[in-house]
């Protein structure tokens, strides 16, 4: 059963809402890592990686919402239960308790290559299946790509 | 270890620290089911309760936030990993899959009920440890109970 | 039949909606009131004061919105028809015609002490039933008990 | 005794006082019989009436607030106490307890039809005494019809 | 020469011209009089009056823009030049000096009356010449009138 | 059928409804009259016109808001289909392709002559039928010959 | 004749132009039919769908003026006359006189599934000829089939 | 009488006082003028110079507005009657009746020209006297010979 | 003598009002040191501590007003002198001149420590006296230790 | 020591740094003293002046701040410790204890003129070291003598 | 050295970091000949052209961050030095001194046109390197060819 | 030739002129060097450098605009090309490629001296030429005096 008739074809609508569902959770998995960040830092940068921190908190919020609604639109449940992230999230654990700032960074560098990685596979894989699809995609690696570097140029030395 | 000198004895940090973990993982686990009921939900009152339910996510993201960080400023560490939320969260599981408007109200009065009911719990548990904590558990009551109520009304016939 | 499954007992429950009900009509009552001497206000602190009996009139409306809304959280029906606020109020009858300043603030001086000492009353006998009831009357009081001191200073000579 | 000197001749300003002041009465009770349903109410439609009626709430509110201050600028002392409401206003009683959506909705479609029907004869009755009262309640009057025609086709089957 | 085709015939034009015209200068005049006031005031209700003399002048000038515009969309010339006003104003002349806070609430008390006399004349005047020209004196009245009042309840003892 | 009980008698909402429709048909024609210029034009002035062209945009797009509700408060169905624009507009045709900005002013003072020239007769038709209304056919002609002015004065040599 | 000098060649300008101008069509009679709809809306969801219709207007009405401005930026002139959306709209006819909800939602349905195919067609024939015109049509279907989901999920039972 | 203990001693606070006065006339006057060329314009950069002139109107008025103030502040009384801008301003007369765009600006370049000449005499004068005053005047020039320019570069062939 | 009547018994007055001056004085004092900081600060993290030195300004402030405003509000005169903060500030001296941020850093944390440690101690004292001073010094608790958490983590290695 | 490389010459900078050092005490004591009658009033005037006495201490706060970081960057480390305004400040002491509108306007008057004084003193001074702090200190002069006026103007019989 | 691990392979970083760089130089350039122009300008349209060169301004600046950044995240030092647009910039030079209207609009269409096409060869050039960096200039030229159809459309006889 | 009549003789035009260009260029280098290191920043404070080099370009490009409309306004033609700067530019070279936060920092330091040095002379010049111009330059050096001090701060050990 499905809530709407999809404004695609069987195979490319099985396509682009695998590729969407898989990015919802990775991003949802991204926010609740780049909080638990926010919350346990420590150090010299404790102020200023605070706050960039619930930047990342905000994109990922922003873009797995308008991940999720493509798959709805898709005519495709989307999935963002917290077992569904337990079970299928692309990124690396983030270690429990305090955290200092220089981790944190390198945590979030790590976590960002991961699901970078992810995402330019799917950008590959969704453009014939859906434009629209990939066109968003490639949005959000943008983004994703600029938050990277500013952690990453963050713990360069 | 612990980042800051708390201003609680040992005992009392205990007792508010505890609540206020619990508390966390119940609100993200809200925030996210709230979420997944946003995007599958279908039926005459979709458009109203679609935008109702992203006022629950924000009042659950937003004070996840503020219990968090007074656990923080307690000197204990939160912890709102997604596996944490999985093995811990007082919220009912939510079906996975397109759900009807009818349903997902149920559902949300299930998950408010369940969240108050250990909320007041709380409340009573840190009033002789922690005046500062406990108040904050009871503004989050007042906001669970209204929202509750809302939901309750909408479902009654 | 209630609209909603109280988040407390049935005792609880009929202590916490009485102190609301009965707070319920008092703010509507002082809302009307401000309002009248708002319209029928003259002297050379007319400007003035106009401005200021609607900051009455703000602060009567918002709480009675938020104590109206407790009440039905509570599963108990909120009443704030006419007929009920001129049966049940607490405030003293306001004068008809127009009204000079010094006597429209001697009559706000004489409503705010007559609500401040009801919602006293009524802070102390809903704390046992249900703290997030008290804490709403607290904040209450606060702001009643500011706004009473202002119109004393400006009678104060 | 009066405030001030009357730009009107006295029995146009009367003819003009005794339209303002039955509509400030009528206004008054309607914003209380709005914000009784908004607080009772219950059904599917809960959320979308329970803000529909907080514009009710609004309008009778701001417009009581101009039509006060017309009957002060001339002359004419306007009485909005609660005494006055329930002995001369002409909305039709509201009943008590919890209220289903389908009947709340039915009830502010006759309060309209009664305000409605006085205030355009009142239109009738001010335009020779004085055009600046009859052109407020013209425009009082479009409000009030809209919000009418909305509640109306929310209602039909 | 005419700016445009006229949406009036030559006498309604000139009926309506006419009344523009003259309301423009009183409204010009009532700005540079308030303006006046606000900055000779002093006396124990300076700061009220001084601000309350600021809503008169943008009350004022808002209006003259409007006036001289409805002129211009009639093809009719508007002159807003000091030596007109000085010429031709219906505002009372303004003592030159500091001046007491009740004088100035009286000398606008005055300069009120001089104008909303003129002005009700006027729409009587346009009524049968253009609906619209009438219905914005109609609108400035409203204004002017309850502007009036309250500076007569500040000077009422 | 009808949606809603009107607060009008049958030939006076009929007078009324039939002056509010050919007011919507021509205002919805005079938007896209006003967008087409808007896009096609060029000459000297593009930037000062393409935007002055915007604000008619704005104008006949709100007053068709209110014109169709209004008609719907009075249980009148609105139509404002392409097909019956296409049928029933008073605005003259507007020519295709690139369009000289002398060229576009012209046109849009002849649209604004046409459309005032009939609501001027609907002002007259409608006051003894419905108050209200006729009202909001002045308002609009406000502003339909303030912003017919302008454009004359553009284009007067 | 054309005012600009295009940024592309002959044959890859009339593709994307044609392309442009029929999508420039579609979305201004959705625009009608959309303000139709939400004028002769009733049934239980009116004020729900009401508002949910004029998001569908503004949709619209932006992405219209996107495509008719990038159409002149390639040197196309853009057509949004009455006449040319009568004669060329690939919109469905919407039945005239009052629309119960559960029947408008339906027909925004069709109305977003006739849209959207034509569209999507475009996006594959644009895309050799100006992939900036062809990354337009993408953002343009992204939103289009974001609101058909939502009125799809409304209807569905 | 002054209605205040001056920071001046006499003869400076003369200096200073008649600088700031025949200001103050000045700049009424220009605000005049600007509103008046504003309301008679006409020519083919019409829109461009209705806005441009109402730039003038709002420098005018809020420099007036500090100049006023600061003659308040030395002790000295501001006269800004009609009466007295007609008896002694120094901008140039401007015309009566319809202007067209390339005279209104020629006016107002003279305008600017009186005035910026007459001020940075004032400069000069009260430098010795009070260096509060003299600041003020050449933020004034600053604000000044920016319009001239725009005016000047406006009508350069 | 007193200016209002207070709501509170002598007894009852005394012990919230001396809670109330003491932490009034407190939090003058801790704004002073705060912006003593922020001016005089150097080190790596200048910026970042710079702004953040400003949030505690804005706090203790904006807490110092409610503060002593609701000691008025309990008919007690509440002291803010520099003298009296002088002689009974509870915050610890802060040494003059250049100050490198750790040492900022460090400064500020001691101080949140001795203003906690007091706050606390009166909001024990203040509990069976007046519930509403208690409520607000259980608030500001809440935002120092936020604030003291903060600082803390920053100087954590 | 210094943390900069200061912009001036050793006398140069001293002449200013003591300048901008009395001024910054100055101006923190007045904003106390406005607190503290902002606190501590009672009278007819009360609304009026409390509202007054805060535009001081936003007046002061600010330029405490402007003057404090001029300072920092002529290299002199600015002190705003509470024990360095007690010994230094020129404000005259304020009476403890409630204060009539008649004498807190009166005591601001005297304070108005001991900084107005003692800041005119330091223009003079500071005008061959560094023109940058010496129209810092005449803008600051144009400021408190404005509110000086206001002050004496309210007071003035 | 690099600040960053790249999310491209070498090739793919060097095509679309020399893109980058190249498209980073084109639009500085712009913004400061558009800026030059903006200064510079006279002639009859000078209030619009100096108010559109501004918008050209702010979409170079925009988006030169954006490019520049967009390198940055590729591992790419982006330049955009003075000596490095002066030695490789592909717009034109613009002719010093004062310029009137037409003449500058000519200027900016004729860099429009330089920058536009070299976009579009890179927009070629990167798609098959990276689809983040080819959307971001699809989106560019978007931006690019709209201002450049204005600016045409405005010289345009 | 000149565009517009200088309000200086031609000496003093050509001293004012002569220091506004030279600042102009100074100011856009300035801009153009802040953005560089903005672009090309790492290390541990990139994020907090980053932001504060934005607030560098804001205020290097407000004030070029006002200086080089200064000079427009005396009749001098502005030159901000980049030819121009690249010319006459007294600001530092600022090396290419990535650079550390330290680095960074410290070549910002070396720039604002340069030009705070060669505008403090401009002050010394301007001031018997053009008053105006020298008052623009003053409160311009206020401003880079303050970010110089911050950067200094900075980077003080």
Known sequence: MTVIDSPLPDKE???AGSAL????????????????AHWNLYGPRFRSIHLQLDEVVTTARDYADVVAERAAALGVSPDGRTTTIT????????????????DAVEALVR?????IGRVRERIEET???????QDLL?????????QSWMFQAENRR
């Open 21 to 36: 569902q898989a990015t919802l959770v990775d991003l949802l998995d991204l926010s609740l890592v780049a909080k638990q």
């Open 87 to 102: 079970a299928t999230s692309g990124v690396p654990a983030f270690a429990p308790g305090w955290t200092k700032d220089v």
């Open 138 to 146: 490639i949005g959000l690696t943008a983004d994703l790509e600029k």
């Open 13 to 15: 609508r099985e396509i």
């Open 127 to 133: 453009g014939p299946a859906d434009a629209v699809t």
């Open 111 to 115: 976590a960002f290559a991961a699901v």
